[in-house]
């Protein structure tokens, strides 16, 4: 059983920058594909970003290309989710999930294990 967790959100400034840290325990991320997904207050989930387990592709949201990096480190068994030229509208609920032998899906009903969510909050 993969356990997710996610660290490093927080409040930061429009414009501004953060990196988003999932950590996985009770397995190795290296035969997974990692995505983040975010939910906004009143809003459902959405996809943001995705990585395919061999590191090969890589997916984003329309709204974040070119501001948003997904990487992972699989010796640390962390995936990281850098964000820069924060907005307002970035404001959500941020959680990472596992999807084994995954080739950076955009659907969260893939997904295999999620984390629990870190909270990013933009605004002046």
């Known amino acids: 059983q993969v356990q997710l967790i996610e660290s490093g959100g927080g409040s930061v400034l429009p414009g501004g920058s953060l990196e988003l840290s999932c950590t996985a325990s009770g397995g190795t991320l290296h035969n997974y594909g990692m995505g983040w997904f975010r939910r906004a207050p009143g809003k459902g989930r959405e996809f943001v970003a995705a990585d395919s387990w061999n590191g090969a592709s890589t997916n984003y949201a329309e709204s974040v290309k070119g501001r948003f990096t997904i990487s992972r480190d699989n010796i640390k068994n962390t995936v990281y989710l850098l964000m820069t030229t924060l907005q307002p509208e970035d404001t959500a609920t941020y959680f990472c999930?596992?999807?084994?032998?995954?080739?950076?899906?955009?659907?969260?009903?893939?997904?295999?294990?999620w984390g629990q969510g870190t909270q990013v909050t933009v605004e002046p």
């Open positions: 999930a596992a999807d084994q032998w995954g080739p950076a899906t955009t659907t969260s009903g893939r997904y295999d294990y």
